[in-house]
């Protein structure tokens, strides 16, 4: 943001004051301070159809609202509760576009049946559901395991809808219920529905560790809220957001996993209007240590109590019981990561601005004389002429198409800004045609709604309408974005929307869309419905055969099917680098793997220190662009003396190499839901010690990461989990075991710890070239890290990095190359795949091969064994195969004999 509007929000600013704390919330606060008020499923009103079962819920007074619980399961073990009023006077807000499935449509049996209780039972049985009746309780069983009850803490509450009293609302200004109208600072909110809220708990059996629920400052583990804030879920422009806050940021995944040894379970709570969890763990603090002689007969607990200003209570119980059928769970729902073209894994230089053309090319220019590859060059806000989006500032960029030819001439790529709001220029076509269209929000009297941002006076685009969205995309279309070329990508930014001077930097909630509903009632889409927009917009541009690449700064549960996001402004400080990996861990499991933070930080100069290190951890995380903010120093990789140029282009060089196994991690991710950063819980998920490790995690099941986040480090505690485990540096190859104590490894500037685990198979180039497209020109390794039986294996996953031949004419290849009892063996892993690829493997790197090889042999269907000559490093236990040129496409045996 310009520097002259902005008060930083850092501890004891008055920018603080910008941003509600939980007590300053209304809803919050009635739903806390509530009725508490009991329920009883009437269920003599039960009704079991082929979608679920309704059941009314009656409550104790007659003021309150009757209830209509609505209970369905899918097959692969996901439970959804819906409560609605049994008879509203008018319908609540239902979140679309957010489920790409609702696969819900398990039949029930019912079980026992009794006054106080039924019991319901699908699919094969072992889990069942039970209605209490009063008071009212909802429990999901694994047997006669507990997993989850709803209403345990009978917190359910929702507020009714009321006719308004009056017609003229702001004759209620004496009323200091607040029901009607609230104000916060100088911001006036008119509800034109009145209280809406809705609120329930849930009790977890048996947890003490819950995740998830992205955007915070915050511990991957997240906190017991007793003392201090609740966790909101209100996407908001936070300007150098405070640490370990539990201010809501840019966006929102109203999704919880709680983990314990032999399960882990994920919660959705569908809701995009503002939300607040609240979360307790029993026994904690002092009930902990009052337990603690009778520990055993204490039940561990956790419970959760969300609440939301508007909508339907809308849960969606994923019962596991693993992680990855959790991660695969939730992308049944909510859909799966999108396969990102290859060139946006590589890295991406991004400044706001770039001054112009000149320096974009010099820029270019520089990554070639320093022999740093990189794919992507970004233009911020400055591009454009006079912050009109789809336009270009004449003076700066006058042949835009040439820029875009010059960088395209190496194979690099554009990534433009495009923000949600408009510049109100009645001048403008691009702005009449969208006040023409209809395409604005508008104010609550029905003018369209005026707010401000970097062009000043704007109007927001109304992306709830697809009327407003297929406008939107179309402006992407190439004859109608003039300038751009399909090398040019898009960057949506200020999209939860930021306003300037608007209440707490966004709209106003009584703002109108599509439809007539409140802008309360969808906020934390907005960001989500732009790129969902955008992104159309991109594919449509390539008839539908090319990968789009969208950078959204808000998201919700979902956006993993459009975009990549990253964690907004940032600082470049030592604790903003260490908190980016719990931020970036929990995307991860929230879904939303393409995730990554401003490598440097934002805000601020970094030392060159800093700066490496975070070019280290950056380049460890899925999405990887530095980054920096206007006014500060210029800070391209080469500016900081050579030994820093050295070390950083170390690190993106050997990202590139990586590129092969992120790739295949993305592929797995698109077709398992495994996120490619994993927390280290999810590969080890019965090591108790590990679950609030959030320093280190692993990059697919194969690496462990341990970036440098501290100052100074002379030595990095590292935890290599696992007992009978093998784990290997990737440097040296010095063998480590796990499951032991931590590993105070020395490290110096230049170290970036990294381990592989035993018994995978990690791919790399053996060349970086000078971006993503010459990659295919360069062979590949293999690196096998033996385990303690002597057995590796892993995938590769190939196709052509860009368009969607992969999935519509199944033009990709997926082979597994596994080394089992001295044969190393590379076969076909998906029968469908056809990608025909001229790839080879030059070398295969064996770690932990305990002794020297007699005789080594190549053999391929149909032809004569070819010795193969062999490295064998004694003291490293390495065994290394080079100059092999063999096809990675073709089936082959390499066999070991000692
Ligand atoms: C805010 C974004 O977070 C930042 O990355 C960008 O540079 C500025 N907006 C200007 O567009």
Redesign the pocket.
Known sequence: ?AQETIVSVVPNDEGQQQFKKCDQILFYRRQTLGPNLQYRASLDTLVLSEKGVRVELEPETQSQARLLLFVSASRDGTVRVQIDELWPIKTRYRVPDVLTTEPFGEQFRVGKKTSDLVSLTWGAGHYQVKVWAWPFKLDVLCGEEEIVTFNHREKLHVEMLQERPSENPEEHQEDDSNLWKETFRQFVDIKANGPSSVGADVCLHGYSHVYGLPEHADRLMLSDTRDGEAYRLYNLDVFAYDLHSRLGLYGSVPLVLAHKSDRTVGLFWLNASETLVDIQYCPHGKDEEAASPVRRQVPRQTHLRWVSESGLIDLMVMLGPSPSQVFSQYAQLTGYQALPPLFSLGYHQSR?SYKDDADVKAVDAGFDQHNIPYDVIWL??DHTDGMRYFTWDPILYPNPVGLQRHLEARSRKLVV?SDPHIKMDPDWSLYCQARDGGHFVKDREGQIYQGSCWPGDSSYLDFSSPATRAWYSQRFALERYTGSTPSLFVWN??NEPSVFGGPEQTMPKDAVHHGGWEHREQHNLYGFQQHMATVQGLITRSGGLERPFVLS?SFFAGSQRFCAVWT??NVASWDYLNISIPMILSLSLAGIAFCGADVGG?VKDPDPELLLRWYQAGSLTPFFRG?S?QFTRRREPWLFGDQVTDAIRCVIQERYLLLPYWYTLFHKSHTTAMPPLRPMWVEFPREQNIFTVDHQYMIGGALLACPITEQGATKVKVWLPGSGEVWYDIETAQQFSGGSSLLNLPVTLDTVPVFQRGGTMVPRRTVCGSCTADLHHYPLSLTMALDSQGEAEGELYLDDGYSFSYRDSNDFSLRRISLQSDSLICRCANQMGLYQSDETVYSVTILGTRKRPAKITLQKPGSQDIPLTFLYDKARYTLTLEGLNIAVGKDWDIKIVF
């Open positions: 943001m706001y911020d806000i800004i930014d200020m700064r907004g402004d934002f980054h903010a």
